[in-house]
């Protein structure tokens, strides 16, 4: 695709401007530099691509022109690629961040590799039953999504391999609590 102007991300604003600017008729090199905030050489290209005409030894576009040109820029096909691409270039940029910080979020480490035990685990977490066929209740107090993540892992690797002691402790009929 070929590359479209800088100037497109601002084409609403731009249109907007001229819109507002009624109290001029044409518009010069100056004009033009300050609406698409562009050097003078690149005000100079922009006019002759919109058509401009020499008035008084300078070039100059009528406002209305302008005006109706950015218009259909903006129902174009072009401007259409454009927007498209700078969405597909959005998603993929949230995708991007959104992989990066899932990378880069870090669990405490465990102190030592072990096999940890469910009465082991740290005091923050708890689980218990109110009456033996009741409903239990499963909680964890923690510091911040590290932490929190940190002691899920450590209570899933205690369940997984303390697997008879975890059913024993969490089934209706037994009552067991932690």
């Known amino acids: 695709m070929a590359r479209q102007p800088d100037w497109f991300e601002r084409l609403d604003a731009i249109t907007e401007v001229v819109r507002q600017a009624d109290q001029l008729e044409w518009l010069g090199r100056n004009e033009i530099k300050a609406i698409f905030s562009c050097s003078e050489r690149d005000s100079i290209r922009l006019l002759h691509k919109f058509g401009a005409e020499e008035r008084g030894n300078a070039l100059s576009l009528l406002r209305t022109a302008l005006l109706a ?87 899933l690797s205690a369940a997984g391999v303390n697997r008879e002691e975890f059913f024993a402790a969490t089934e209706p009929s037994d009552g067991a609590s932690r």
């Open 69 to 155: 040109q950015l218009q259909a820029i903006r129902v174009g096909s072009t401007y259409a690629a454009f927007l498209r691409q700078r969405q597909d270039v959005a998603k993929h940029l949230s995708a991007a961040r959104a992989e990066t910080a899932a990378r880069q979020f870090r669990v405490r480490p465990a102190p030592e590799e072990r096999h940890a035990r469910l009465q082991d685990l740290p005091k923050t977490i708890t689980w218990r039953r109110g009456a033996p066929s009741g409903l239990g209740r499963f909680e964890i107090l923690y510091d911040d999504g590290a932490d929190l993540m940190w002691q899920v892992a450590e209570f």
